[in-house]
């Protein structure tokens, strides 16, 4: 692989690139999904290839190629720097790199099982065993599990001297049941939806979730979902279950920090940022109690590697800290742009066909000093809430609306009956400036978003954020 990065390298710097680098990316991935009893999708499959990103005359070019040959990545290298000197003749400023130093390295997700070594009986087993679970109320209609798992080795090497191999785990289960009743339905989630529960482990992690132990109490939430009243409406207390709150650090704080979003290269999909530089370091974006903390290091977080796709070594930093905004997400184009003297190491890119550009890494909400019972006991009239079920948000990331599978009244202190259809709605800085309690760290999970979408093309990316 060395042989074949240094090929493109040269080829680009012949052909007039002052920076090159290149990404080859094998990886595999695995998902099984079985709905009502029925083994509905069994996949597998491999992807093999290659990006090269060059710098020349100030701009940026890109070219990707399935195809692993010394003739193929000639051709590539020389394409994508045709591109950039084609793009050089719109460009209102020159691209410029905060410098890194150069790193020669290994790096591997660490886990115990290869989930590839693992019998599909094994796996396809134990969803049957959580449908029958599910499916044994006459009111459940759709009853559906899955497990996914990806492993991805990526080789980058830069003009500069960075040779680096990555060996990334990703492994991922849950299911849901879905009642329905004339007139309505309802759907209880686990761990979590949208997928479940993801984590840069083996297959270590399906056993730890307690899939089948909890799959009566799902079954039962959705089915008394059908007959709960209504979520009171009002401006009242809230506390949020934390892959719920996970969402709104994702939505509300992850997205407005991409220090792309702020300068507006990324803006057709999702919008811009409210964030914009002048607030850097000044804003009051929440109580002072509150400290996100962005960290590319934490183990088991989607977002964890070894260095990110402009080769800048994994980090943790505040974003914001004792309710003080001081954080973007950041590579080294947009680092130098705002005047940082280095990248955070948010550069990654959704496979070897994709440009690489700032993603969120791991975001959490740092522990407080309650218990469950403390945020429930001073509350005289609130809602608990949990399970995201949807969500909307402007194109600044300002105003936002998020709806739960599930909550429960609290009243003068204690949790009360269950409600269908919880939704709250609020502005980003007063949501965030509002908190009054957060959990300890005993209550404190890593929760996995696998699906996060950016870019023109479209481009997935995998993130956790504690909470």
């Known amino acids: 692989m060395k042989d074949l990065c240094q090929l493109a390298l040269d080829t680009a710097r012949l052909k007039g690139a002052t920076y090159a ?90 886990y115990v099982v290869d989930p590839f070594t693992v019998s599909l009986e094994k796996k396809v087993g134990l969803l049957l065993d959580i449908d029958k679970v599910l499916r044994k109320s006459d009111k459940i209609a759709v009853a559906q599990g899955t497990m996914s798992f990806i492993a991805e080795d990526q080789w980058l090497a830069t003009s500069e001297g960075t040779f680096i191999h990555q060996n990334l785990m990703r492994s991922g289960a849950g299911y849901s049941a879905t009642a329905v009743a004339p007139g309505e339905s309802h759907t209880r989630s686990y761990p979590s939806n949208f997928g479940g529960q993801c984590a840069c482990l083996g297959y270590e992690i399906i056993p730890a979730l307690g899939l089948l132990e909890n799959a009566e109490r799902v079954r039962e939430e959705a089915v008394a979902l059908l007959t709960a009243p209504m979520c009171p409406s009002g401006k009242l207390d ?25 300068f507006g290269t990324e803006e057709s999909y999702a919008g811009r940022s409210f964030l914009t530089p002048e607030k850097y370091k000044k804003l009051k974006y929440g109580s002072d109690i509150v400290n996100l903390v962005a960290d590319s290091t934490v183990p088991t977080g989607l977002g964890t590697i070894g260095y990110d796709d402009d080769g800048v070594r994994a980090q943790r930093w505040h974003i914001v800290k004792n309710g003080m905004f001081v954080g973007y997400q950041t590579n080294r184009e ?39 019972d403390d945020l429930i006991g001073g509350i005289d009239n ?28 609290i009243k003068n202190g204690k949790l009360g009956r269950m409600v269908k259809h919880p939704t709250y709605q609020g502005i980003t800085p007063e949501f965030w400036n509002s908190c009054d309690a957060i959990c300890k760290e005993k209550y404190w999970t890593l929760w996995g978003v696998p699906n996060c979408g950016k870019g023109q093309p479209g481009q997935r990316a995998e993130m956790s954020h504690g909470a």
């Not at 990103?53 to 692993?68: D, E, P, T, Y």
């Not at 994508?80 to 905060?98: E, Y």
């Not at 947009?334 to 190491?345: C, K, N, T």
């Open 238 to 262: 809230l506390v949020l279950e934390g892959s719920q709150l996970g969402l709104q650090i994702h939505e509300s704080c992850g997205h407005p920090t991409e220090l792309d979003r702020v």
């Open 382 to 409: 609130g809602v608990y809430m949990a399970t995201n079920k949807t969500w909307s948000i402007d194109q600044l990331r300002y105003n936002f609306q998020f709806s739960c599978e599930i909550g429960w009244e």
């Open 21 to 110: 680098d290149i990404r080859i990316v094998l990886i595999r991935n695995q998902e099984i999904v079985v709905r009502n009893g029925n083994v509905s999708a069994l996949e597998g499959n491999e992807s093999l290839g290659f990006g090269v990103r060059v710098i020349a005359n100030g701009a940026w070019g890109f070219a990707s190629c399935s195809r692993l040959t010394r003739e193929d990545i000639e051709r590539t290298s020389a394409a994508a720097v045709a591109l950039a000197l084609a793009g050089a003749r719109l460009k209102t400023d020159d691209v410029r790199l905060t410098p890194e130093a150069v790193h020669v390295d290994t790096w591997q997700t660490p």
């Open 334 to 372: 947009f680092a130098a742009r705002l005047g940082e003297p280095h990248s955070m190491g948010n550069c990654r890119a959704d496979g070897w066909s994709n440009l690489p550009m700032i993603r969120i890494t791991n975001l959490s909400l740092m522990p407080g000093d309650a218990e469950f």
